[in-house]
């Protein structure tokens, strides 16, 4: 089945230690979103990527660096993750025409916990 | 800007009992999609419908439909006959084709608690 897998599902890290989480794709979509979720509040968009085109929201922190090496890969890097950071990542993909952006199918996430 | 706004943050009904979640929005672009998402306790986010904005027909998918206004920028969804697997939050959102800025903004969402 197509699909949009995250991995890890569940990551801990340390105040200030680097992480990396990865989202791969079946769909063979040309638009890649991170979005962040805290707890009891609606997803937040980080940015997206339209093939390779970067697009990063206005108010997302320095500290969160997106890369999509090839169309199935994107990966977000939080460089010095604080407690703040702890939340839900969904990726998420979808088509895009002209300017149109339909659908987006999500991933399960990966819970980001930080200590 | 857009803006979309799901007024009732918490909702309980009791299984087998029919519920409205509300989603009103704001947009200036006159070319647009609505959207809704099922987030189960699982966290994952499921596309439920998209609806252009040039199509006013109300849809209906099983125990699932949606009632799309233009008139009152209402994009409304019912669930009939609710059951316990339906417990979930529930998120309306909008696209801009025109504006192309942002590509999904959502609203807060609806918590929905189907009780035995």
């Known amino acids: 089945d197509a699909m949009v897998i995250q991995n890890p599902r569940y990551q801990v890290t340390q105040f200030g230690k680097p992480v990396t989480l990865s989202c791969s794709q079946t769909l063979n979509h040309n638009v890649m979103y991170w979005y962040q979720q805290k707890s009891s509040q609606a997803p937040k968009l980080l940015f997206h990527?339209?093939?390779?085109?970067?697009?990063n929201e206005a108010d997302t922190p320095d500290n969160f660096q997106s890369r999509r090496p090839n169309t199935s890969f994107c990966f977000l890097d939080i460089r010095s993750p604080g407690l703040g950071d702890a939340a839900m990542y969904l990726c998420?993909?979808?088509?895009?025409?002209?300017?149109?952006?339909?659908?987006?199918?999500f991933g399960p996430g990966t819970r980001l916990t930080v200590l | 800007a857009q803006k979309v706004t799901q007024a009732q943050t918490e909702i309980s009904v009791v299984e087998k009992e029919d519920v409205t979640l509300d989603c009103v929005y704001e947009?200036?672009?006159?070319?647009?999609?609505l959207f809704w998402y099922k987030q189960p306790p699982s966290g994952e986010l499921v596309f439920l419908i998209r609806r252009n904005s040039f199509d006013e027909q109300n849809e209906i998918s099983g125990r699932y439909s949606w009632n799309f206004q233009k008139s009152t920028s209402s994009f409304n969804f019912t669930i009939t006959a609710s059951q316990v697997v339906d417990s979930a939050v529930y998120f309306c959102?909008?696209?801009?084709?025109?504006?192309?800025?942002?590509?999904?903004?959502f609203g807060k969402g609806t918590r929905l608690s189907v009780i035995a």
């Open positions: 959102a909008l696209s801009e084709l025109n504006s192309g800025n942002t590509p999904l903004v």
């Open positions: 990527y339209y093939d390779k085109d970067f697009n």
């Open positions: 947009t200036r672009d006159t070319t647009y999609y």
């Open positions: 998420a993909t979808s088509s895009r025409t002209g300017a149109s952006y339909n659908e987006q199918f």
